[in-house]
């Protein structure tokens, strides 16, 4: 898409305020992938006049004092903008997606005051810069530290009586004209903020603000070089070099549909993604940089980790994968040390939850560390990286699965058995154990798959290779009923259950897919069966199931899926259940694109559920497996091209959709025509491309328009997301 028309594109997707946002639930939140604001205020009657920046910084976690447990995140204060006046009509409110910035327009009963507001892309300080008018010119920004704010405030979105809120002692100083707020906790954890406000004209200043993790000297000399630093700098070229980050991160690829409220939905997920995480950050949690009451203040990785990373890999931001890459890498050892004694001399494992040091002892829920392995393979089949092939997922898998090597056992039929495990979220109070639990089963298969891939590329002659090809020959199979896949051994799925963890055979790791009748068949009723039961389904029940019904080419079904899904997501795009969880709406972006492109299987499938009422779709550079940019076009219902780049020279096997004859164009290493005739939409066409080519494929005589761009949505929708409007779905 042109340069000139990502701006205006954007626009329409932006979150927006016509009133005061007053709970966490529509609160507007900025932030660059470790520093994060939500903004909003409060109806209490001595709180009117305060707009709150409730600040977080996702690695700062305080060792607990009243109970064992892992450090969990603490909440750390707020930035409050206190004016004269209430906060009354009009007042509006805007994330401009674009630009990474919070604008708004209060008008109070004194006056009125403008505000715009960055978390810096590339350096740790949030800038809230002021406008006031007559009457308002007393308007302050005031740090509090959170054992300071007030109970009103403190309160107004519940309290969680599991979180942990630590002794805190507090100290306030001044350093070359900066304020500092050093928060201690027990042992060496600890926060600093520092902050100060620059004059830009009259009725108009800048308030800098930085989060450093930490409470000694390094600390606090960190916060105040990155508050002097912001403040000496050309205002106008540092706002820049932030929007620069940002337009650079969105070019990545475009993704235009007609519905309009999923469209917005989507690009706002890109938005929190890198608003959530970096390359060089901590990895995403259950909430990214906007803690609020929760009793899950850490991460947990019996789902969660792995669906919020769930849509960067076809998103083509691979960059922000890498946080979870470094985050095993760094934590190796406390892998090792999650697994019992007699195991740790060759095996790894993750329990469900922990720190940012992933220390989490295993116990009866095994394969964690292989599915979160799973999300690494996923960053290399898309990026084709052997360095990380082969200095990070092959180690980290080899250990994984060497755990269910200790575990699985031969029984009295010749097969291969593993013990009672759990199934994540099913029959979750009684902590219910299943043998041959098909949640670990499909995990031990898919591990072994990719061993002996990864040796196979690497060319590694591994003295387990006999013993993982005896695996896959001799594993018992899934257990299976008429109703489709089971929990376990003698366990079928009896009642509701929001996780797919019964379904991880058909998604994500695709053990299985629709090529044969009877696994199509099988997939589909076992879906069916699933959301049948309804019971405790949750969003991210109906993410995987969007997932599933696009695997089976449903697009219609699948889009009844997140239209469900959007029920149930509070009007920022945030998710709650008993706390927040980041990861739903996160995959329900993936969901998008699920319904898009695939190419899990060896194979690339360009638009395989696209609903009936999506007559005009387009994308581009959208990221396949074996490195490959996609990029197409649908108007009329009907495909006009599709490009695709090879970055990596891999095979590249490409399902069309098309039926007749089809030609295709390669340039970039070399150039040559060629066509085929398709005698059926499923048949797919080898691509010759080396690194750097790129084909385009058409049917016709000549090549059509190959623009890329928005596509005319079935009904306007403007900006739906932010406050609660909804009026605006019925043109009002």
């Not at 979150?15 to 639930?25: I, L, N, R, T």
């Not at 469900?564 to 739903?584: Q, S």
């Amino acid at each position: 898409m042109n340069d000139c028309e990502w701006e205006p594109f954007m626009a329409d997707n932006d979150m927006e305020w016509v009133v005061k946002p007053v709970s966490w639930d529509e609160g507007a939140f900025i932030g660059n992938g470790s520093i994060g604001a939500m903004v909003y205020g409060e109806e209490h009657a001595k709180k009117r006049h305060v707009l709150r920046f409730v600040l977080g910084r996702t690695d700062v976690t305080a060792a607990r004092s009243d109970r064992p447990g892992f450090p969990p995140r603490v909440p750390i204060g707020e930035l409050d903008v206190e004016m004269a006046g209430m906060i009354y009509h009009p007042t509006s409110l805007r994330v401009d997606l674009w630009q990474a910035e919070l604008r708004a327009k209060l008008t109070t009963t004194r006056g009125e005051v403008n505000l715009r507001s960055i978390v810096h892309s590339v350096e740790p300080v949030i800038a809230i810069e002021m406008e006031t008018s007559e009457g308002e010119e007393g308007t302050q920004v005031v740090w509090y530290a959170h054992s300071a704010v007030d109970d009103v405030l403190k309160n107004a979105d519940g309290i969680n009586l599991n979180q942990y809120v630590p002794e805190t002692a507090v100290e306030q100083v001044e350093r070359n004209g900066i304020q500092i707020c050093v928060q201690r906790y027990s042992g060496a954890d600890g926060c600093v903020v520092a902050w100060k406000e620059v004059q830009l004209a009259r009725n108009r200043r800048v308030c800098f603000l930085s989060i450093i993790n930490g409470q000694m000297e390094a600390a606090i000399v960190k916060a105040v070089e990155a508050v002097a630093q912001a403040a000496a700098a050309d205002y106008d070229a540092w706002i820049n070099v932030h929007r620069k980050w940002w337009h650079d991160y969105y070019r990545q690829s475009f993704v235009a549909i007609p519905d309009a409220r999923l469209q917005s939905f989507y690009w706002i997920q890109m938005y929190k993604l890198a608003s959530a995480t970096r390359a060089d950050q901590s990895l995403i949690d259950n909430q990214g940089p906007w803690l609020t009451s929760t009793p899950w203040p850490g991460v947990w990785f019996n789902m969660n980790v792995q669906m919020s990373y769930s849509p960067v890999y076809t998103a083509n931001r691979l960059d922000l994968g890498m946080s979870l890459v470094h985050a095993l890498d760094a934590n190796r050892e406390n892998l090792i040390a999650n697994v019992p004694e007699a195991f740790r001399q060759d095996a790894s494992g993750l329990g469900r939850s922990s720190s940012y040091d992933l220390r989490a002892e295993v116990e009866d829920e095994v394969g964690n560390l292989t599915w979160l392995c799973h999300n690494v393979w996923r960053q290399y089949r898309y990026s084709m990286d052997d360095e990380m092939l082969k200095n990070t997922l092959y180690p980290h898998l080899r250990r994984s699965v060497n755990l269910y090597l200790h575990l699985v056992e031969e029984g009295s039929d010749g097969l291969l058995h593993l013990p009672a495990t759990i199934s994540p979220e099913y029959g979750s109070f009684m902590r219910m154990r299943v043998s041959d639990c098909h949640y670990d089963l499909a995990l031990l298969r898919w591990g072994c798959q990719t061993l002996l891939y990864i040796c196979q590329r690497l060319q590694v002659d591994d003295p387990l290779i006999d013993r993982w090809k005896d695996i896959l020959q001799r594993l018992v199979p899934f257990p299976v009923d008429e109703s489709g896949f089971m929990v376990g051994r003698d366990t079928p799925l009896a009642y509701g259950h929001r996780h797919f963890s019964h379904l991880l055979a058909i998604f994500p790791l695709h053990l299985i897919g629709c090529e044969r009748e009877e696994e199509r068949e099988l997939i589909a009723a076992s879906l069916r069966h699933w959301i049948d039961k309804e019971g405790d389904l949750r969003g991210f029940s109906l993410t995987g199931a969007a997932s599933i019904a696009a695997i089976l080419g449903r697009g219609n079904e699948a889009l009844r899926y997140l239209q469900a899904l959007l029920l149930l997501i509070k009007p920022n795009t945030m998710y709650k259940e008993a706390g927040p969880v980041i990861e739903t709406p996160l995959a329900g972006a993936e969901a998008i694109q699920d319904m898009l492109l695939q190419s899990w299987g060896g194979q690339i499938r360009v638009f395989p559920a696209v609903p009936d009422e999506w007559r005009d779709v387009s994308f581009e550079h959208l990221r396949a497996e074996g490195a490959f940019l996609i990029s197409a076009v649908r108007r009329h219902g009907e495909t006009q091209f599709i490009r695709v780049k090879s970055l990596a020279g891999e095979p590249c096997l490409i399902q069309t959709g098309w039926v007749g004859d089809v030609q295709w164009k390669i340039s970039g290493t070399r150039a040559s025509e060629q066509s085929i005739r398709l005698e059926t939409k499923k048949e797919a066409i080898m691509l010759d491309l080396r690194a750097g080519d790129e084909a385009i494929l058409f049917r016709g005589a000549e090549l059509p328009e190959t623009q890329i761009g928005p596509v005319k949505p079935l009904q306007k929708v403007v900006r739906y997301y932010g406050g609660n409007k909804p009026w605006r779905l019925y043109g009002f």
